[in-house]
């Protein structure tokens, strides 16, 4: 068994991307096509095939992910409490935050991927609205924060912008919408709409709605408090789902949902980072911000 291999694979299915991973990796894409293929020779089974966005897992390759997660889990579980226990490295906690949908897109993917490097740092993340967001790095409960409006209601809160996070509308396979290969953003928001979040002016998806309204109304069939939950009731076809992309791309891919394409009309949202000004960071908190700074142009 070459736990490198696995740990690679493992990496790769995450971003479903061969070059995505080698860029965070800092290796040449054919050196990790090259172990990615010599796994594949270890155990005699085709993981993935490519596709022309990444690579799609075969069967086996979906197989084989689930048996190696709990063993790389267990492993990093060991590495932390040996070292700990002989003496070395100690562990760290530092608590992040973001609004509801980054918190279950983004910020998980930011802080897997800064663990693999910084593997002696906790990360504990907190979730919630832009209010709670801000009180909790005024009290110190939070060093850094991603949020979604550069406005705050304090003037000790410093924000700098970061990406732009592309948003998606989806249906059921099935739907008659998603037969047209372009829907006009008419026809969008003729349809009812199944959000993220609350009906509140901070809402960041209804902000975005009445940027784009051009006359319509738009109709919310429902808010839920989780992705999952948007996801259930554009199932049973409660209306179209308006979601962050990567948190439906794995269904888009298994073709459970078709992805819209709207014309004339780029669905996104602006995010931006948070944390005090007059409050120095901690040097792990440092270390966080570096990293997702030198992120901010990284997609997945």
């Known amino acids: 068994m070459n736990l490198n291999r696995i740990r690679l694979f493992s990496i790769v299915a995450s971003y479903s991307s061969v070059t995505k991973a080698s860029q965070v990796l800092h290796v040449s894409q054919s050196s990790l ?16 095939k490519t596709t022309g966005h990444g690579i799609e897992l075969t ?9 190696i997660e709990p063993l790389l889990e267990g492993l990093e579980r060991f590495e932390r409490e040996f070292r700990r226990r002989s003496g070395g490295e100690e562990l760290e906690s530092l608590s992040i935050a973001g609004t509801y949908g980054l918190s279950a897109s983004l910020l998980p993917s930011l802080a897997a991927d800064f663990q693999k490097t910084h593997s002696h740092v906790q990360i504990s993340l907190r979730t ?85 309204e051009k006359g319509y109304r738009p109709k919310v069939a429902a808010f839920y408090d989780s992705a999952d939950a948007v996801k259930v009731a554009v199932r049973k076809n409660t209306g179209v789902g308006l979601l962050y992309k990567d948190t439906i791309m794995h269904e888009a891919r298994k073709r459970e949902f078709k992805i819209l394409k709207i014309e004339d009309l780029k669905l996104s949202l602006n995010t931006f980072i948070m944390y005090h000004k007059d409050r120095p960071l901690s040097a792990k908190a440092k270390l966080f911000l570096d990293f997702v700074r030198r992120r901010k142009h990284t997609h997945r």
Do not use: C, W
């Open 33 to 48: 096509s090259h172990q990615l293929s010599l796994l594949q020779k270890d155990y005699g089974v085709t993981l993935y």
């Open 59 to 67: 069967a086996e390759g979906r197989q084989f992910l689930a048996g």
């Open 128 to 212: 919630g609205n832009q209010s709670a967001i801000e009180q909790f790095v005024l009290e110190g409960k939070v060093e850094i924060a991603v949020i979604t409006s550069p406005r705050t209601r304090s003037a000790a809160l410093a924000t700098e912008p970061y990406r732009e996070e592309p948003f998606a509308a989806f249906v059921p396979i099935h739907h008659p919408l998603a037969r047209k290969r372009t829907v006009t953003v008419s026809e969008l928001l003729r349809e009812p709409l199944v959000l993220r979040g609350s009906p509140t002016p901070e809402n960041t998806i209804e902000r975005m709605l009445r940027e784009m």
